[in-house]
């Protein structure tokens, strides 16, 4: 049953957009800031997997990036009907030697708010719902969920790292 999610979509942006964000992401200059715990440090993820690298696009009404960074994700921002942005985080979770699962989470509790996931790279990790249904990290692919949706990322063993998008917002209607 996908009536929780909003939408999936496959091949989100264009291809040239889609490339040029995957090789600066993913490349030496692409600025990641470390984080000592994904979502909570009560987590029973042991200490030494419990972290991420970070980087802010938006968060407190400002753009929180460089004009080069920003217009990475110009092109998915302009797809998704935004009416107002409220957080824009990039996470990148180096490989584990097992799939963790980390604790179930909102981004926001905000009725009417939506919460979308943007895969950067392809790996075996993903995005697994309440309801146990598992969205894998294919890159280019948006699921996009009410923001209230209990969610938890699950990591890659397959690849260096996982790297996704998450973008908060209302909607226009």
């Known amino acids: 049953c996908r009536t929780f999610l909003s939408k999936i979509s496959f091949r989100f942006i264009d291809d040239k957009s889609f490339k040029n964000l995957n090789e600066t992401m993913l490349g030496v200059e692409f600025p990641w800031y470390y984080n000592t715990f994904k979502v909570s440090t009560e987590s029973s993820i042991e200490?030494?997997?419990?972290?991420?690298?970070?980087?802010?696009?938006?968060?407190?009404?400002?753009?929180?990036t460089k004009e080069k960074e920003w217009n990475?994700?110009?092109?998915?921002?302009?797809?998704?009907?935004?009416?107002?942005?409220?957080?824009?985080?990039?996470?990148?979770?180096?490989?584990?030697?097992?799939?963790?699962?980390?604790?179930?989470?909102?981004?926001?509790?905000l009725k009417g708010h939506k919460t979308?996931?943007?895969?950067?790279?392809?790996?075996?990790?993903?995005?697994?719902?309440?309801?146990?249904?598992?969205?894998?990290?294919?890159?280019?692919?948006?699921?996009?969920?009410?923001?209230?949706?209990?969610?938890?990322?699950?990591?890659?063993?397959?690849q260096k790292v996982r790297v996704v998008i998450n973008f908060n917002y209302s909607v226009i209607k």
């Open 47 to 64: 200490d030494n997997e419990n972290f991420q690298f970070t980087h802010i696009f938006f968060s407190e009404k400002k753009i929180r």
């Open 72 to 109: 990475l994700i110009v092109p998915i921002i302009q797809k998704l009907k935004v009416k107002e942005l409220i957080k824009i985080k990039a996470n990148m979770t180096p490989k584990k030697n097992k799939n963790y699962k980390y604790p179930m989470h909102v981004d926001t509790g």
């Open 116 to 158: 979308s996931v943007f895969y950067v790279n392809t790996n075996n990790g993903g995005t697994i719902f309440q309801n146990g249904k598992k969205i894998t990290s294919t890159n280019n692919r948006l699921v996009e969920f009410d923001s209230h949706q209990k969610h938890a990322a699950v990591d890659c063993t397959d």
